[in-house]
T-cell receptor, first 114, second 113 residues
Framework: ETGVTQSPTHLIKTRGQQVTLRCSSQ?????VSWYQQALGQGPQFIFQ???????GRGNFPPRFSGLQFPNYSSELNVNALELDDSALYLC?????????????FGPGTRLTVL | GENVEQHPSTLSVQEGDSAVIKCTYS??????FPWYKQELGKRPQLIID?????GEKKDQRIAVTLNKTAKHFSLHITETQPEDSAVYFC????????????FGGGTRLMVKP
């Protein structure tokens, strides 16, 4: 059984550019959530994908979008990057079964916007 | 939406002492309360969680208590060790919310040897 993986590890972009981050869920997990963790703060929920559809969304603008693929892996896309988008982006996978609550986090992608 | 407040933001204890971190939540419908430990540069790791149908849960040196009436829950670490030093986050989620977590701001715990 493999854990949650994310790529790339680090990324540097400039303001106005677009970025795509990738996440492979843990084996057997069909739900992927994305979180933004600014330095010194707790993770903030961006959105969640289940069965290739967005299942819930936090307080983030539409320039944050995502995809989930049939193999349950996921992408986070951010358009028109702003300086405040600099953060650690975490994805977490979980099994969508009754009574299953735990989320397993990936190592994150550190995005720096200059 | 849900709002989770966490205190203190930093906590320094002597090795062997106990540490207590407290969180309050705003949504009375929340029913799942996990605690995560995040070491520097690493991913958050679940250390213990509690559901709203129980008031207390213990796992070796770690325990969590939940007061649904007051809408607060706490993490207790006994006999602290230097390797307990990390940032701890509490979180909350609602039923059937697909495990969408609202996190507190974090507590940096420093255990002095």
């Amino acid at each position: 059984e493999t854990g949650v993986t994310q790529s790339p590890t680090h990324l540097i972009k400039t303001r106005g550019q677009q970025v795509t981050l990738r996440c492979s869920s843990q084996s057997g997990h069909n739900t992927v959530s994305w979180y933004q963790q600014a330095l010194g703060q707790g993770p903030q929920f961006i959105f969640q994908y289940y069965r290739e559809e967005e299942n819930g969304r936090g307080n983030f603008p539409p320039r944050f979008s995502g995809l989930q693929f049939p193999n349950y892996s996921s992408e986070l896309n951010v358009n028109a990057l702003e300086l405040d988008d600099s953060a650690l982006y975490l994805c977490a996978s979980s099994p969508r079964t009754s009574g299953s609550y735990e989320q397993f986090f990936g190592p994150g992608t550190r995005l720096t916007v200059l | 939406g849900e709002n989770v407040e966490q205190h203190p933001s930093t906590l320094s204890v002597q090795e062997g002492d106990s540490a207590v971190i407290k969180c309050t939540y705003s949504d009375s419908a929340s029913n799942y309360f996990p605690w995560y430990k995040q070491e520097l540069g690493k991913r958050p790791q679940l250390i213990i969680d509690i559901r709203s149908n129980v008031g207390e849960k213990k796992d070796q040196r770690i325990a969590v208590t939940l007061n649904k009436t007051a809408k607060h829950f706490s993490l207790h670490i006994t006999e602290t060790q230097p390797e307990d030093s990390a940032v701890y986050f509490c979180a909350a989620s609602r039923p059937r919310a697909g495990n969408m977590l609202t996190f507190g701001g974090g507590t940096r715990l420093m255990v002095k040897p």
